[in-house]
């Protein structure tokens, strides 16, 4: 039996601190697995979240530009043209995707997100689809990626259209396009193009050019709405309305920015970019670089013979600006739907939506007016403080004003240049009058109170016989409206107004809908023609026998005036033709 002391052995202190460490880490995952199991019996479950962050974008620099071809889309085909010209003519390389059809709708919502509105569908899905149409033709994706960009609209608001670049660039990246380019241009705010300015400018010149040929586009694409319902040659206003886009195209392709002299220049020094800025201006307001174009498209169009005596009910177009400006699958094919139906379609112009913009930074201004910064209006001894918000308000709203002037002033230039068919811009101010009664002004999205108040404009003033509202299917701003709608034609009875909703499916049921409404326009029509022949005494074959002994009113820039309470063309006519008569 040994008699050595018993010795405790002591552990290295590096292995206690594992032990410590294991029990603390048992303890640790013992109380994480308690709690979740006590936040899974509260339903208190956390997810990780993933944040959408925006993709870094390869630049679009300036020495890109001539092996880059710009890309755009979402209005008409003579808008489209003309706005090509106007690219090329400022040294861009372009090209129009074409109008979106059913086969892109399905497109974009096969890559892109579940719950968007169509048009984001039929517009996502036509550049993927024209995207895809190129590399079958051999072009390689990665040089599609490279070589090419696309240019849109953007916003903000109550709608979904503030969501077209995410979902552009989503639907791209699930086609296999990552990284393609997206260049954004916000109703607000310019371009956002981070750091690719140099690649597309956005300068005066820009500016100029598009809205030139957007203003071009709006009353050429009237004026042709306005003469085939009526042509007594059936397609010729179409063949003479596609040699007046290509005439017109050249012109635009044609057109040079305006440069200030150098030697000029040079004498003006560091005056030179503002004098060259103002001879733009100048150039723009008192130069005719377009009217002799439009008049020979006038006299073109003039060549057209017309039967005025046809009864057609006249039908405004209005809703959501994109379901109410595209001529494919997006709206049903709704214009030409309504023409094969017998009536006149009284398209809506994008110089509308441009002064509605400019009305509603004025309206801003005037509501926020002393409250800059979050500040309260100063009383009324602080005159000085008061002076200068009033000179800084009135300073802000006169450049609007003028800048109103102007682009209505230009508007009307080329309408009067192409013969006085088309109509002048409506007021935007009579505008807001009439329909704050039924939709607040200040509310923002979609085309806010426009949608109301051009359904009253245009049926009080007699110049439609029935106001047709397009719209995507659930688009807030516009269902918003329709709920005032049923106000409106509550007050006014004789009224017939029928909004109907788009999607990629359903044109049989929306094209029976509006057949049925336009049963009644039409029958309204036929009323009022009955109505101009008793009152001034006249026979239908009597007025047919004045028309052949006077061609001259076949033409279609003879002016027929407008009636008091009389809509149609063909009563209308026959009104002037009875006044003829008596002179």
Known sequence: MST?????????????????????????????????????EAGLVKREAHHFKKPVEKPFTADQRPNTTLLFGGLTWKHEKLVHGALEGLGYRAEAVPTPNVKAFQTGKEYGNNGQCNPTYFTVGNLVQYLQTLEEQGIPKQ??????????????????FGMYEAEYRLALRNAGFDGFRVLLFQQSGGLN?????????????????ILNALNCGDVINEVAYALRPYEANAGETDRVLDENMDYMHEVFRKKRPWKLDQGFAKYMGGFSDTAEYVGKFVKQLKGDDYVPALERARDRFNEISLDRLRVKPIVKITGEFWAQTTEGDGNFNMFNFLEREGAQVLVEPIGTWIMYMIHQVVQKYKDFKGLEDGTVLPPLWKLGTRARIEFGYRQKVAKLKLAEAIFKGEYHKIVNALGGVAHH?????????????????????????????????????D??????????FGCMPSTQSDGAQSAVVSNFKDMIYLPVETSGEGEINAHSRVQMALGEAKNKAKKEFAAALEQTGLTLDQCRAWVEAHPETKRPMYKVPHTKGVVGMAANFVHHIADRMKN
Do not use: W
Request: hydrophobic share 35%; with cysteine.
């Open 425 to 461: 811009l409506a007021d935007q101010y009579e505008l807001q009058r009439i329909g704050h009664p039924f939709y607040n002004s200040r509310a923002g999205g979609g085309e806010g109170h426009l949608e109301v108040a051009k359904n009253i404009y245009y049926s009080n003033k």
């Open 193 to 209: 193009q981070s750091d690719a300015e140099a690649g597309l400018e956005m300068n005066l010149d820009f500016f100029l050019g």
């Open 143 to 160: 040089e599609i990626i490279d070589r090419y960009v696309f240019f849109t609209a953007g916003a903000c608001g109550p709608c979904r």
């Open 463 to 472: 110049l439609a016989h029935m106001v047709l509202s397009l719209k995507p």
């Open 4 to 40: 050595q002391p018993f010795e405790p052995k002591l552990m290295p202190p590096g292995n206690l601190v594992q032990i410590g460490s294991t029990i603390e880490d048992t303890i640790q995952q013992r109380l994480a697995e308690e709690r979740a199991r006590l936040e899974k």
